[in-house]
């Protein structure tokens, strides 16, 4: 995994981003973004409040908060198809669903084992230890 990996580790806090980076955060379907990384992407990075998925400003929402992983999934699939179709852009994913919504790495990180082949997707080095 550490070939793989080759650096692609996002930062424990960013901010600021580089002018090809995108801020990846875990959103409610409502588009709240009132705490957590939803907060900081919206105060910096352009999250819009009332929309929860997809990409916007320098920020990419993915819905964490309702349900289980299984209503996760779709929208990380949604997000990795993106961030193919836009290998000009790095995407620094944070620990989407392990803060407000409750889950833990476990949980979350085999939804982006698809993502560790995906060399502009950067990963939480928490991510990183359960894909590994």
């Not at 995108?22 to 588009?31: I, K, Q």
């Not at 998925?53 to 964490?64: C, E, F, K, L």
Request: hydrophobic share 40%; net charge negative; proline share 6%.
């Amino acid at each position: 995994m550490e070939d793989i990996k080759k650096g692609r580790v996002t930062p424990n806090w960013i901010d600021d981003l580089q002018e090809n980076e995108v801020f990846v955060f875990g959103s409610n379907l409502a588009g709240m973004h009132g705490g957590g990384a939803a907060r900081v992407a919206h105060r910096r990075f352009g999250a819009i409040m009332g929309k929860g998925v997809g990409m916007q400003g320098r920020s990419y929402a993915i819905p964490t908060m309702q349900g289980g992983t299984e209503t996760i999934r779709p929208y990380v699939d949604d997000f990795i198809a993106y961030a193919k179709e836009h290998p000009e852009l790095t995407f620094l994913v944070t620990p989407i669903g392990c803060g407000i919504a409750g889950f833990e790495p476990e949980d979350i990180a085999p939804l982006f084992k698809e993502a560790c082949n995906i060399s502009n997707i950067w990963l939480p080095e928490s991510f990183w230890k359960e894909l590994d």
